[in-house]
C-alpha cells in the first residue's frame, strides 16, 4: 500500500481506475534502473540514493509512478543508523559545551566546541561533524536490499496501487472461484460485516458497522487488506464504490480477473489443509468407500438468510446435496447461535460433535436443539454418517415424489428419460421413477427407464411385424437395433409390452429370436 | 427482554421495542444505533418503562484518586458552566490560561473512567504528567507506540479514531483537547463512535476557516464558557513585543530566486492561471500530477521558496540575534525540517522535529527548562498546547502562512524576565513573496485539520 499522495489514477463520467503499470518496455526500464539504483547504492546513506532516484523522476517518467516503485523497494531494504560515535550521545555532549561556550556564531566559536568534544571522545572533528545527525532517516545507511524482478516489482506495484485506492472505497460487491473460508475468516477478523446475494453468481457485499449511518471511508484500509485473499483464486470479479477525496464524488471501481490477474502479484493459492486430522481422516476414508457420494472439501458458502455458513464438507448424489460440519470444541451456546443461523437454510446439515470435549451436558444440548447431531471420539463413525445420508436421500425423494404427483406435468416428446427428465428439474431419479409409475401421464406407457407414448409403440409393432412376415421370426439383435434406434432403452420390456417373446437357445443372444406367442 | 450491546463502534439492541436513535440492520437484524446516543436510548428506554438488559460499556478497573487541583476564578467559573450543562460542552480559554486545569478537576469530581484526545505525543506526555502530579494516579496511553488502557487514558486523534472499535465502550467521561481538530471528517468520527455521555471540549481556537467548527455542538454540545485573551492579559498571561526584521537575500540568492521565481511566473502566464486564494492553489498543485510542465512550475517556486526560507543572510541576522542576547532562553521556529537541522548543525544548539527521539526530546525540553540549554530549534512539534515555560525570546524563520493566531499562540508561550517584555521576532526576507506569506500569516483564519 502507498502514500496516498503517490495514486495515480484515471476518472471519467463516474468510473474510476488505477494507472496500472503495464509490462511495456518503457516501465520495465524505469523499474530496472531504480533496482540497480538500490543494488548500487547498498553501504551508502539513504538521502543519496535518494536523490539519486529523484534525477529518474525528473527525466520525464510520472512522478508519483517512480517515487510508488521507489517506495516499495524501500521495505525490501535495510537500512541502518551507523552508530561508531552514539549520535544521541555526542549531541548531549555538543549541546553541553555550548552552554559552557557560548552559541557557535562565528566559525572560530564553532570549531572550539567541535575540538572540545572530539577530544572528549578521542575521535576526530570530522567525525563529529559526520555523527552528529547520523541518525536522521537521510542519513542512514542501506545495508541489505534484496532485489525483486523488475516484472514483479510492477506487479506488487499495480496491487499495492489497487489498495490504495480501495483505502477511499465505501463498500466493496465481489464473486470468488472459491477459497471462502478463508475470504470470510479475512472478513471477519478485519471487522468488517457482509450480506450475501446471488445475481447469477454468488455474491459477497462487505462494508462496515458504521456504514449503516452514512457513507464513509473508514472501513476502506480494511477493504484493501481483504483484496489479497480474494484474488488469490484463478477467477474473481470486484466492484467498489470510491468516494473519492478531491471532489467527494462516488465512483464506481471494477477489477475482473480475465483482465487485470495477469497485472497483479497475487500471493499463491494455498492448498486444502485440514483444520484437524480428525477432518482428514474422515475425508480420506469416506472417499475410500464408493457411495456414491461425491465428497467435497470447502464447498460454495451455503446462505443463512443474509449471511452465510461454510461448512467442511458437502456430500453429494444425484442432486440429493447434505452438507456436513464437524465440530471439535463447542459450547451449547455456541450450538444454539448456529442451529438459530441454520433455521434460515434450505439445506440438510449434518454436525459430527466431538462427546469427549463437550463443555456443557449433552443431554442439554439434545433438549434444545432438532440439529441432525451425530457424537465422535476420535474418529468420526462412518456408518452413521452413510445412515444420515441414505435417509436424507430418502426423505428428499419422498419429498420431491410428493411434489411430482401434484404437478401437472404434460409431456409431448415420444420419449421420457427419467435421468435426463430428473437432471432438468434438478430432482433425483428415483423420485420422478416413482412419481411417473405410480400415475403415468396420458397415452404413454411406463418403462423401467423411462415413458414411452403409445404411438411410438405401435410403430416399433409395424416394422417388428413387417420383418416377421418374411420369415415368421426374428434375431433378437435385430429387435434391439429396431428398438434402440426409435430412442428407447428398455428393450425387453418393449418387446414383453407389444406382447412378443423371447426365444432363448443357451445363453448367447446372438441366437435368441423373437417370436409371436 | 430488550438486550443492548456494544458492537465495533456501534450499539446494537434486540428486543420487541425500536428506538427513536435506532436504524434497523439487515445486515444483522438488530437495531444498530450509534454509540454516542448512548445516554439518550438508556433515558428513552427508562422514560418508556422498557425492561432491558444494558451489556454496552466495559469499563476499566476504577482507580483512587487524590485531587489536589486548585482553579483560579474563570477557571472555576468555566467548570461550573459545563456541570450546569449536563456536564457536556465546550470551554474557550486561550493558550497558557490553564484549560488542562479545569479538565483535571472535572476527572476529580465525577471520578469516572476518562478518555483524553491531544492532537500530539508530546501532548499524551504532558497530560500524563499533569494527572500524576494533580490526580496522584498513573495514567494509560494508546499512540505512538504505547498501549495501555487505565482508569483515565491518553490518546492522540489518529489513535482514537483507528482504536474506536476496541475502546468506544470503555470511558464514561471524554475531554477533546483542542477540540476544533475534532470537526474534520474522519476525527469527527470519535465522537459519534465512543459512548461517554460526558463530553467536554477544550480549545484556544474554536472557529475553523472552513466553517466546519459549526458540527462540534451536536458531537459534544455548546460552547458553554468563553474568556478572551484581553480579559486574562496582564493578570494571568504575560505580554510580549513582537516586531519584524527583514533581510535581504544575498546577490547570488537574488539572482536563483528571480530565476526559479520567473519560471514559476512565465507558465501561470502563459497558462492564464491566476491564484488567488488556497482553493486555486490546490486545484494547480492537483494538475500538477497529469502535466509535467505544470510539475516543473511548481519545482521551480518551491526552489524559489527555499532559498528565501533558508537565506544565508537570515541565519546570520539569527547569529547577530543570538549573540546579542545570549542570556535569553530563547526558541527558534522553522517550517521546515531541513533549516531546522542547519540551524542545529551551524549554531550547535539543540533541535526538536518529529524525527527526534521521544527521549532525547523529553531531555532536551526538560534542560531548556532548567537553564541549562539556553536555545532550543523546532519546526512545528510545540506549537499547540506543549508547555515550554520561561522562554523570554521567539524567532520565526519561517510560518505555515497561517495566522494572527498562529503568532499569539508562539507569543504566549514567552515570559517576562525581571520585569522585561519578552520578545518574538520574524525574520523576513525582503522582495520576496516571503513577505506576502508573513503578512497573510498574521491576517487570515487558520486553515487546520
Known sequence: ML??????????????????????????????????????????????????????????????????????????????????????????????????????????????????VASELKVTSESVDEFLYADLDSELVLEEFEPPAPQELLKEYNLSLTQTLLFDSTELNFTASGNWQRIFYAVKRLGLIYEVYKDGRFWVKVDGPASLFKLTRRYGTATAKLLPTIIANPEWTLEAKILWRYTNEICSFKLESWKHRTMLNSPQQPTVSYDSTVEQDFAEQFQGLKTGWQLKREPEPVPAGKQVIIPDFSLEKEGVKVYMEIVGFWTLEYLLRKMEKLKKVEANMLIAVNEKLACEKLANLEKNTQLDIIYYHDKIPLAQVLRYLEKAFRNLQTTQTGLLKSLPVVFTEPIVNYEEFAARIGVSMEAVREALAEKPPEGYTVMPNGLVRKDKLEQMRNTIEEQLSVTGRLPLLNAIRIIESEGVADVTKSLETLGYKIVWRGINAEKAEVVKP | MIHLWFDKGTILLRGEAGTPYGKWDPRVECYRI?????????????????????????????????????????????????????????????????????????????????????????????????????????????????????????????????????????????????????????????????????????????????????????????????VGVEELAGEHLSPYTYEKMFVELTPDEQEAYDDEMGTFR????????????????????????????????????????????????????????????????????????????????????????????????????????????????????????????????????????????????????????????????EIVSKETVEVEISRRRRHKKPTED
Open chain 1, 3 to 116: 502514500p496516498s499522495e503517490l495514486l495515480a489514477v484515471w476518472k471519467r463520467k463516474g468510473n474510476i481506475w488505477p494507472r496500472y503499470a503495464r509490462a511495456t518496455e518503457d516501465n520495465l526500464e524505469v523499474a530496472n534502473r531504480l533496482i540497480k539504483a538500490y543494488k548500487d547504492h547498498v553501504g551508502q546513506k539513504k538521502g543519496v540514493l535518494k536523490a539519486f532516484a529523484a534525477e529518474i523522476e525528473d527525466e520525464g517518467y510520472e512522478y508519483r509512478f517512480v517515487r510508488g516503485l521507489s517506495f516499495l523497494l524501500d521495505r525490501k531494504s535495510t537500512f541502518r543508523c551507523n552508530d561508531r560515535i552514539h549520535p544521541v550521545e555526542l549531541r548531549r555532549r555538543i549541546f553541553h559545551t555550548t552552554k559552557e561556550l557560548g552559541f557557535a556564531t562565528s566559525p572560530e566559536r564553532r570549531r572550539t566546541i567541535v575540538e572540545t
Open chain 2, 34 to 226: 450509534k454509540a454516542m446516543h448512548y445516554r439518550d436510548v438508556l433515558a428513552y428506554l427508562k422514560e418508556s418503562n422498557l425492561a432491558f438488559q444494558d451489556d454496552v460499556p466495559n469499563l476499566p478497573p476504577v482507580q483512587q484518586l487524590n485531587p489536589t487541583v486548585e482553579l483560579r476564578p474563570y477557571q472555576k467559573e468555566a467548570l461550573d458552566k459545563w456541570r450546569h450543562a449536563n456536564m457536556r460542552g465546550i470551554l474557550v480559554l486561550p493558550t497558557a490560561a490553564g484549560k488542562t486545569y479545569v479538565a483535571l478537576k472535572a476527572i476529580g469530581l465525577l471520578k469516572a473512567q476518562t478518555f483524553i484526545v491531544v492532537p500530539t505525543l508530546d501532548l499524551i506526555d504532558q497530560w500524563r504528567k499533569r494527572i500524576v502530579e494533580y490526580l496522584n494516579t498513573e495514567a494509560g496511553a494508546v499512540g505512538g507506540g504505547e498501549n495501555t488502557v487505565r482508569m483515565i487514558t491518553v490518546s492522540t486523534y489518529d489513535s482514537a479514531y483507528l482504536q474506536a472499535e476496541t475502546l468506544g465502550n470503555k470511558f464514561m467521561l471524554i475531554v477533546f483537547d483542542e477540540v476544533h481538530h475534532l470537526a474534520s471528517p474522519s476525527y469527527m468520527q470519535i465522537a459519534e463512535m465512543y459512548i461517554a455521555p460526558y463530553r467536554m471540549g477544550l480549545t484556544a481556537t474554536y472557529e475553523r476557516s472552513d466553517e466546519r467548527h459549526s458540527l462540534l455542538p451536536r458531537l459534544v454540545g455548546d460552547t458553554v464558557y468563553t
Open chain 2, 266 to 425: 512565465l507558465y501561470l502566464r502563459e497558462k492564464g492561471i491566476v491564484l488567488r486564494s488556497a482553493e486555486d492553489f490546490q486545484k494547480f498543485i492537483m494538475s500538477t500530477g497529469r502535466d509535467r510542465r505544470a510539475r516543473e512550475a511548481l519545482l521551480a517556486r518551491n526552489r524559489a521558496l527555499k532559498i528565501a526560507l533558508n537565506s544565508d543572510a537570515k541565519l546570520s541576522l539569527l547569529g547577530r540575534q543570538l549573540e546579542a542576547n545570549r542570556n535569553e532562553k530563547t526558541l527558534i521556529f522553522t517550517l521546515h525540517n531541513d533549516l531546522v537541522y542547519t540551524i542545529s548543525r551551524r549554531f550547535l544548539i539543540p533541535a526538536i522535529t518529529y524525527q527526534t527521539p521521544k527521549e532525547e526530546r523529553r531531555e532536551i525540553l526538560e534542560n531548556f527548562r532548567k537553564g541549562e540549554y539556553k536555545a532550543v530549534v523546532t519546526s512545528q512539534v510545540l506549537d499547540e498546547g506543549v508547555d515550554v515555560p520561561d522562554a523570554s525570546a521567539g524567532y520565526i524563520l519561517s510560518g505555515t502562512g497561517s495566522t494572527r493566531e498562529y503568532i499569539q499562540r508562539l507569543g504566549r508561550i514567552l515570559r517576562k524576565v525581571e520585569g522585561k517584555r519578552a520578545k518574538l521576532v
